[in-house]
């Protein structure tokens, strides 16, 4: 996961939301990646990654695999 953000940092996203986004649709999207499956692994229960560029506002999420450490965006 280091690695996830520390490629991020470097486009210049941290972890976290836009101001704007509601907290209701985060709460949906790390549901979905707890249930969701690894595509590389097929490890059960990913981690719900998301980045903002707090200059921008632009917004990215990334479903993270604990097992094998694999990174997809959604
Ligand atoms: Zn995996």
Redesign the pocket.
Known sequence: MKDLIAKMAREGYEPGFPDSMETANHAIDAELCTNSI?E??N?VGLIYMPFVDQTSQDFRAFSF?P??G?AEEL
């Open positions: 690894c590389n692994c490890h695999c097992e094998c694999n």
